[in-house]
């Protein structure tokens, strides 16, 4: 990357107050479970979005994405999501930010905030590749905006703002792992984050022989974020079905095993059409809940295996997972399916599983480190025989959070 204050200079003829590093994350485990309060295993990586900051005194932002070498000019009032995406992680935190403003009592009088800044955006974090670009910058620009401003905000209130932001200016209704990720990681270090109340707890990822390699389909369908908001619904079908019986049941985080079988397996065979004809729910509605809630108890598992140092039980539960994800969420597609059976049973991987929301982007591999390079070569010749795609190999280190450059 580029030194982002020379950039800047260049751009605004105008130094850059502040400089903000935010990174990308992957997924060991949990997948689809954080918006169902349940637990997610994530860590920052080495891939990083940064951005560059000054206040203006006009009511004007001035945004500018180095790689894209696209600048969009617009007020401060009134702020609307707009057809250019990156901008949209830029303004939807300014958004939230200008409601807590409004909402804070120590906030008196027309806030610095609406006189406007420059701030360019430069990455090299894959986009589309589930490892959570968008969330990088909206962590990036929130905590430049905390620093610059005094909000006096906490990385967790940044966490729900950036979220919020998401679901507002993105239209994605993603839940919280990405953003706390990307504010709360450490070197070395994943974390098992309780998404029902955002405790969590680092644990150093010692993988001893093996290390993580992500294989990128180099694809993201564009049902991504509608089917993501889809999963969300029928969560929310399946959790209002078993509060009938259950009415103490507030998400799937709640709901056992028994109790799905129990109130959602009825419908284990009612196709969509014949669910709408009878107006219940469909079969999806039974897969979707139980994949969720086998997946929340198969982290707390995987974690056991991990500090236990049961690298091969912990690498099955990523297969577990990825088979999960694949046919009952069915949030997976073809290309990352052949990437995760071209390693399923190779010896020298422990586990393998799609990464992310879906539809494209990553498969998340743990390689025995002396057989990576035989690996990424046997799958790079599997994948261009079966695809049209050519596949691309990040190999990654587990960073710090977002931090002051
Ligand atoms: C996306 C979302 F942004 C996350 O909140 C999470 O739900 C993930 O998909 C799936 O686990 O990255």
């Given amino acids: 990357m580029q030194d982002i204050r020379v950039s800047f200079t260049q751009l605004f003829n105008n130094t850059a107050a502040i400089v903000v590093q935010s990174p ?8 689809h479970t954080d918006y169902n309060n349940g637990f997610v295993l994530p860590a920052a990586i080495d891939k990083c979005v940064q951005v560059a900051f000054a206040k203006r005194r006009d009511g004007a932002l001035h945004m500018h994405a180095i790689d894209l070498q696209e600048t969009v000019i617009i007020s401060t009032i009134a702020l609307q999501p707009q057809a250019t995406s990156w901008v949209n992680y830029i303004i939807g935190v300014v958004a939230q930010v200008q409601k807590y403003i409004a909402n804070t009592p120590s906030f008196t009088g027309a806030h610095e905030l609406d006189h406007g800044f420059d701030i360019c955006i430069q990455g090299d974090i894959p986009i589309g590749a589930g490892l959570s670009s968008s969330a990088a910058v909206e962590c990036a620009v929130i905590f430049a905006l905390n620093e610059m401003y005094q909000l006096g905000l906490t990385t967790m209130q940044m966490a729900l703002m950036t979220q919020q932001a998401e679901h507002e200016f993105a239209g994605v209704k993603c839940g919280i792992m990405d953003m706390f990720a990307s504010l709360h990681g450490k070197s070395n270090q994943v974390l098992l984050l309780d998404c029902a109340n955002l405790q969590h707890t680092y644990y150093p990822l010692d993988l001893k022989e093996y290390q993580i390699v992500l294989f990128d389909t180099q694809i993201k369908h564009a049902l991504a974020s509608s089917e993501y908001n889809t999963r969300r619904l029928e969560c ?10 259950y009415p103490s049941v507030q998400t799937l985080r709640d709901v056992s095993k028994q109790q799905v079988e129990e109130c959602l397996a009825p419908y284990k065979n009612l196709d969509a059409t014949l669910a709408d004809k009878n107006n219940t729910i469909s079969n999806k509605v039974y897969h979707r809940c139980k994949y969720v809630v086998d997946e929340i108890a198969r982290v ?18 990523m297969f577990d997972t990825h088979e999960g994800l694949s046919k009952l969420y069915e949030v997976s597609c073809p290309e990352l399916d052949i990437l995760v059976n071209a390693v399923k049973d190779n010896p020298h991987v422990l586990g393998a599983r799609m990464m992310g929301g879906g539809f494209g982007g990553c498969t998340i591999n743990i390689i025995k480190k002396s057989e990576v390079q035989a690996i990424i070569k046997a799958v790079t010749d599997i994948y261009a025989q079966k695809t049209s795609y050519t596949l691309q190999i990040h190999q990654v280190k587990i960073e710090q959070g977002t931090h002051i450059k």
């Fill in 300 to 317: 707390q598992l995987a974690v056991k295996d991990l500090l236990a140092g049961k690298m091969h039980a912990f690498g099955q539960k």
């Fill in 236 to 245: 929310e079908e399946g959790i209002k079905r078993i509060q009938n019986k």
């Fill in 24 to 31: 990308g994350r992957i997924n060991l485990i949990g997948e």
